[in-house]
């Protein structure tokens, strides 16, 4: 299985009229806002710049969809919150992400969620957490950017998720320094044999 053959396949909202879906396997990264997940993702593809990065966390307004192997799809969701969104904007892009995941539940093999480091989990992502949950969707927890914390920052970091998300698969990393990459990896592809 190897990640670096994807090509973007599609771009998906929810005003889009025609959606076919087919009946491949799925994973889908979701994010509260900012927290790395396109240099994530490019970094699991071993892609520059493949899914696009921007400073600016209100950038991702739809469902990006990759083809992997041209039998997976991985999926970008845009982010469940972020405090300068308008509320109109705000309600279009939670009933994006609500349609989606009920829409492929029965193909979504993982909901990576991405959750800062340093910051620690918001409202909001226990929020996201619970629909998850509700969805009985299989979940992994990935501490974003953990190259900007100390390997004791980073264990009390790692024990507080685990406490707080009922002991689901949390995994620490960093797209910088590729740090525990791996490990996300075979995570991933134990669930699309």
Known sequence: ?????????????????????????EIVFIWRSNMGKSSLMNTIFEKKDL?????KPWKTRLANIFLVENKYYFTDL????????????????????????????DNIKKVVIL??????????????FEYLL???????????????LSK????????????????????ACSSKKKTWIDELIKSIKKVLR
């Open 115 to 128: 959750i800062d480091s340093k910051l620690w989990p918001q409202q909001s992502d226990f929020e996201m």
């Open 78 to 105: 845009p982010w469940y919150w972020f405090a300068k969104l308008g509320k109109d904007l705000k309600e279009d892009l939670d009933a994006l992400i609500s349609w989606y995941l009920e829409e492929r539940k």
């Open 1 to 25: 299985m190897n990640f670096k053959n994807v090509n973007f396949f599609k771009s998906v909202s929810i005003n889009t009229k025609e959606v076919y879906f087919d009946d491949k396997k």
């Open 134 to 148: 509700e969805l009985e969707l299989p979940l992994t927890i990935v501490l974003s950017k953990v190259d900007k």
């Open 152 to 171: 004791n920052e980073i264990n009390k970091s790692i024990v507080f998720a685990k406490e707080s998300f009922f002991w689901q698969e949390i995994i």
């Open 51 to 55: 899914v696009k990065t921007s400073s």
